[in-house]
């Protein structure tokens, strides 16, 4: 059986997912691509039940398997439909989609609910793939909110946010991106994320900042570059420089403000959307948890990384 048919347009996605049994049989697809088969005995029959849970249960030996465990719907009460669709959305809507725009759009009645859907979902976008960055990549570091217009001196967006960039060059183009918050733009920090997210050989260019200065014993071909040197050359870190700007105008037009403590998880999606461009079945099905595992996140875990309201 081959790979369940993933719609291309919203018209067909609203026929396609039209109701909850549909997704249901979507997701035991997804598991069973070859049909069903008991992970216990190994028996490939199975007996319907608890459809409304999603439980399939072995006709030979009675284990069940949940076609949601291991996926981001796993024991959600929320209908799955509003999860294929958030999914969905998210997935294809490609400047993102925000909390509100997502309540509005699928008349979700609660403002909790579309905003727990989208941190799931964004859950998803940590690592999609931890593929380190190949040959020739671009490193620097830049700041994040602080005061922005409408946002002066109130709430946690006050402090800016030290973050690292890396973008594989390809070509003229670019290639895969990587984005992480810095404590600060000691080697200590810089090291670390150069090392996380680029492998070991690769050609690394930086501007002359000496926290990047260790990087050629640390194993990389580092090309440090100096700003003032750069009149009359190629553009000084022209891949860097266009994600940075990309992401902040992205930051800025979908979400408005990304508050500080899960600026991490904005910088998580708007990676996943630069290395996914192109390829919207592959971004709705990582998003579910239908490709990866990911561990469970809870309505109450996310609520317990918030600050205590002010
Ligand atoms: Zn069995």
Redesign the pocket.
């Known amino acids: 059986m081959p790979r369940p048919h993933f719609p291309l347009t919203i018209m067909e996605f609203q026929e396609r997912f039209a109701t909850e049994e549909a997704c249901r049989d979507y997701l035991f697809a997804c598991r069973w691509p070859d049909g069903f088969r008991?992970r216990?005995?190994?028996?490939g029959e199975v007996g319907a039940m608890h459809r409304r849970r999603a439980v399939w249960q072995?006709k030979?030996?009675?284990?069940q398997t949940s076609v949601t465990a291991g996926t981001v719907m796993h024991k959600t009460r929320t209908p799955l439909r509003l999860w294929f669709w958030a999914a969905y959305l998210v997935a294809t809507h490609h400047p993102g989609i925000s909390a509100v725009q997502l309540q509005r759009q699928l008349g979700i009645r609660r403002h909790e609910t579309a905003w727990m859907l989208l941190h799931k979902l964004r859950r998803a976008m940590v690592a999609p793939e931890r593929e380190p960055l190949k040959r020739e990549v671009e490193v620097d570091e830049f700041f994040l909110g602080g005061v922005e217009e409408g946002h002066e001196g109130r709430g946690p967006g006050a402090k800016k946010t030290l973050c690292g960039v890396a973008v594989e060059v390809r070509g003229r183009g670019s290639g895969r991106v990587r984005l992480a918050t810095l404590e600060d733009a000691s080697w200590n920090s810089l090291g670390s994320f150069v090392k996380a997210t680029t492998s070991t050989g690769a050609i690394v260019h930086t501007d002359a900042w000496r926290g990047y200065l260790p990087l050629a014993k640390a194993g990389f071909d580092h090309r440090p570059r100096s700003q003032r040197a750069a009149v009359g050359e190629e553009p000084y870190l022209p891949r860097a420089h266009r994600a940075i700007s990309n992401l902040k105008a992205w930051l800025h037009g979908t979400h408005r403000w990304a508050s500080q403590e899960h600026l991490q998880a904005y910088l998580d999606e708007f990676t996943f959307r630069h290395n996914r461009r192109g390829n919207p079945h592959a971004a709705f099905r990582t998003l579910l948890g239908l490709s990866t595992v990911h561990e469970p996140s809870t309505y109450r875990e996310i609520i317990d990384e918030l600050p205590r309201a002010a």
């Open positions: 008991c216990r005995c190994g028996g072995c030979r030996c009675g284990a």
